[in-house]
C-alpha cells in the first residue's frame, strides 16, 4: 500500500509538536519551515553569518529525530548567557555544517540524517531574508521579532528580498503532498511567512492536494488581536492571492474562569470557531470535544494525540476518494 504524504507548513512551536505527534503514523511527512525568525540566538547566528534563521529548523530535526533522548537534549541544550552567548547547540550545528557545505539546505540535510529524523525537514528558502509588515495604518515594521510588539492590526507581511525562490524540494513535495496542512503557529510570522515565497504559494495554488488549516486555540497579542477562525483563513487567502484552503480543525471547547482571566491579562481571548462563515467559503470545519487541553497553569494547548489522530484520519480519507477516483477513470477509459 502506497504511503500518504503529508507536508506540513509553518514554524514555531506549533509546527515541531505537530510534526512529533504525527512521527509514528505511517505516513512520509515532509516540514516546510519559516527562516524568518530574527530573535535571540537564531538572530545573532543569521545577523553575523547571514544566513536562513536556523531556530525553528532547529525545532522540527529534533522533534523527528530518533536518536536516543540523550541526544535530542543535547542538541536542544541551549548554552548559559557568557557561554558562547546563549547559543543553542542546534544552531551552531547547523552554522557549522553551513559553513563547511557552503549551503545552508544542504545543512539542514545533513543534520537530518545525523539525527536520523522520521521524515524531511526543508527551508522554505535557502536564502537570508527578513519578514517586515505593512500595518493598518500605513506604518512598515521591519523585523519579525518587532511585528507583534508594534500592537497594531497587521495589513500584510512580506519578505526582503520578496524575489526569493523556494526550495525545490519544497515545491517538489508540494506537488506530491495527499494532504497539505498549514498551522498551528504564529499567523503571519510562522505560516504566512511561509507562503510570501512566491514559489511556494504559486505551488500551492496549481495542486490538486486538499489544504487544511489548524487554527490556533487563542489569539495572539499584537499578531491576530480579536481574530476569529475565519479571519485566519481570509488572512492566508488574502497573502495569497486565491481561496485555496478546504479544510479547517478549530476548537469548540468552553474555558473557565481562570483559563480566560489569565489569557485577559495577556490581551488574548478563545479564537472562534464561526463554522458558517467558514462553510459559506466551501470549507468543511471539523472540531472534536477532547482538542484542547487545559494545564495546570491555566494555559491551553492542542492536544497532540487527539489532533494528531483528526489529521491522519482527514488524511486517509482524501487518499481513498483520490484512489477510488483514479481507479474509476482507469475502469472508465478501459471500458471504453
Do not use: W
Not at 525568525?37 to 532547529?58: H, L, Q, V, Y
Not at 499578531?223 to 476569529?228: G, K, P
Not at 459559506?280 to 494555559?299: C, G, M, R, W
Not at 489532533?307 to 486517509?316: G, P, W
Amino acid at each position: 500500500m502506497r504511503r500518504i504524504k503529508l507536508v506540513l507548513i509553518g514554524g514555531g512551536t506549533g509546527l515541531s509538536v505537530l510534526a512529533r505527534g504525527l512521527k509514528d503514523y505511517p505516513i512520509d511527512i515532509t516540514t516546510i519551515v519559516t527562516v524568518a525568525d530574527d530573535g535571540g540566538s537564531t538572530g545573532k547566528i543569521r545577523n553575523e553569518m547571514d544566513i536562513p534563521a536556523p531556530g525553528d529548523i532547529r525545532n522540527v530535526i529534533s522533534a523527528l529525530s530518533e536518536t536516543e533522548s540523550t541526544l535530542e537534549q543535547l542538541f536542544q541544550y541551549r548554552f548559559k548567557e557568557n557561554q558562547v552567548e546563549g547559543h543553542s547547540l542546534g544552531n551552531l550545528l547547523i552554522a557549522a555544517l553551513t559553513n563547511i557545505t557552503d549551503d545552508f539546505g544542504h545543512a539542514v540535510k545533513e543534520l537530518s540524517k545525523i539525527l536520523n529524523i522520521r521524515g524531511r525537514v526543508i527551508p522554505s528558502t535557502n536564502t537570508s531574508v527578513r519578514l517586515n509588515a505593512v500595518m493598518e495604518d500605513g506604518e512598515i515594521v521591519y523585523g519579525e521579532s518587532k511585528i507583534p510588539k508594534k500592537n497594531k492590526k497587521i495589513e500584510r507581511v512580506f519578505l526582503e528580498p520578496e524575489d526569493v525562490k523556494p526550495m525545490e524540494e519544497a515545491v517538489e513535495a508540494i506537488e506530491e503532498a495527499d494532504l497539505i496542512v498549514m498551522g498551528p503557529g504564529s499567523l503571519y510570522t510562522s505560516v504566512i511567512s511561509n507562503l510570501c515565497v512566491k514559489g511556494i504559494a504559486d505551488a500551492l495554488l496549481k495542486v490538486d492536494a486538499p489544504k487544511l488549516y489548524v487554527s490556533n486555540v487563542m489569539t495572539q497579542p499584537g499578531e491576530t488581536n480579536n481574530y476569529s477562525a475565519v479571519d485566519h483563513v481570509n488572512a492566508i487567502h488574502d497573502h495569497m492571492g486565491a481561496k485555496c484552503i478546504n479544510y479547517v480543525i478549530c476548537s469548540t471547547q468552553n474555558f473557565h474562569g481562570n483559563v480566560l482571566e489569565r489569557y485577559r491579562e495577556e490581551n488574548a481571548e478563545p479564537v472562534k470557531c464561526n463554522t458558517t462563515d467558514m462553510e459559506a467559503q466551501n470549507i468543511k470545519v471539523f472540531t472534536h470535544p477532547d482538542l484542547v487541553e487545559v494545564s495546570s497553569e491555566d494555559y491551553v494547548r492542542h492536544n497532540t494525540e487527539v489532533l494528531s489522530k483528526m489529521i491522519y484520519e482527514i488524511a486517509m480519507r482524501e487518499t481513498a476518494t483520490i484512489e477510488f477516483n483514479r481507479n474509476k477513470d482507469h475502469n472508465k477509459d478501459h471500458n471504453e
